[in-house]
C-alpha cells in the first residue's frame, strides 16, 4: 500500500514563525499535493508539484512556499504564520494525472 | 471540471447495503468519476474510480449510468467504521488537483 506519511499530526506555533510541514510518500510518485481542509470551505489546494524542482501554485499559495529537493519529498513552509493559518494540512501524492491520489492523515496546525 | 451534486446526509443500518448517489450532469467525455472517503479526523482515502464501465474492488462498487450522467458508490455491507464524509469527483486528468464538494456524510447504526 502507498505511504505518505506527515510528520506531525498536531502542531502549535506563533505568529511570525516560520513553520515547515514535511511530507514523505514512499512510493516514487511524480505529483505531490498540498492542500488545506477548513470546515465549510473544503479542501483547497495550496501548491502542487509534478516533479523534483518543481512547483505550481494552487488556488490559495499566499504566505506559503514549497520546497521539492528530492522526489519523495514535498515541503510546505509558512514564511511568517498568521492565525488565518490555522487549519488542517493535508499532503498527497499520485503517480499521475490519471490515477487516484494518496492522502496523508494531516497536520492540525494551531498558530496562537 | 464538472460539478457534482450529492445528498448532505445518509444514514444506514450496519450489515446493510448502502447505495451513495451522485450527479454529474455536465460530465464530458474524457472525466473520470473518482470517489473518496473521510474518516473523522483523517485525510481523504480513496476508494474508486471509473470511466464508463462498472468497476468493483474490495471496498466498493462504482455502477455508472449509461449516459454518464450519474453513478453509484455502492457498500455492499455497511460496518460502523464506513461512517465517513464520501466525496464523488469528476477528474478530467488535467495536471491539476481533485476538486471536492460538500460530499455525503454517512452514519451507520448498530
Known amino acids: 500500500d502507498v505511504k505518505v506519511t506527515q510528520s506531525s499530526r498536531y502542531l502549535v506555533k506563533r505568529t511570525g514563525e516560520k513553520v515547515f510541514l514535511e511530507c514523505v510518500q514512499d512510493m516514487d510518485h511524480e505529483n505531490m499535493f498540498w492542500y488545506r481542509q477548513d470546515p465549510g470551505l473544503g479542501l483547497r489546494l495550496i501548491y502542487f508539484?509534478?516533479?523534483?524542482?518543481?512547483?505550481e501554485k494552487g488556488d490559495i499559495p499566499e504566505g506559503y512556499s514549497v520546497s521539492r529537493e528530492k522526489k519523495e519529498r514535498f515541503s510546505l513552509i509558512l514564511e511568517s504564520a498568521s492565525t488565518n493559518q490555522t487549519s488542517m494540512y493535508l499532503c498527497?501524492?499520485?503517480?499521475?494525472?490519471?490515477?487516484?491520489?494518496?492522502f496523508g492523515d494531516g497536520t492540525r496546525l494551531s498558530i496562537l | 471540471d464538472a460539478k457534482t451534486t450529492q445528498p448532505n446526509s445518509m444514514e444506514s443500518n450496519e450489515e446493510e447495503p448502502v447505495h451513495l448517489p451522485c450527479n454529474h450532469s455536465?460530465?464530458?467525455?474524457?472525466?473520470?468519476i473518482h470517489w473518496y472517503r473521510q474518516l473523522p479526523s483523517q485525510g481523504p482515502e480513496y476508494v474508486i474510480h471509473g470511466l464508463t464501465s462498472n468497476v468493483n474492488n474490495r471496498m466498493a462498487s462504482l455502477a455508472i449510468a449509461e449516459d454518464r450522467k450519474s453513478s453509484t458508490l455502492i457498500l455492499h455491507r455497511a460496518t460502523l467504521r464506513d461512517a465517513a464524509v464520501y466525496y464523488c469527483?469528476?477528474?478530467?486528468?488535467?495536471?491539476?488537483?481533485?476538486?471536492f464538494g460538500k460530499g455525503t456524510k454517512l452514519s451507520v447504526k448498530p
Open positions: 498527497a501524492s499520485r503517480w499521475d494525472r490519471i490515477l487516484p491520489q494518496h
Open positions: 469527483i469528476l477528474f478530467g486528468g488535467s495536471q491539476g488537483n481533485l476538486i
Open positions: 455536465t460530465i464530458s467525455g474524457t472525466d473520470y
Open positions: 508539484s509534478y516533479d523534483v524542482k518543481m512547483k
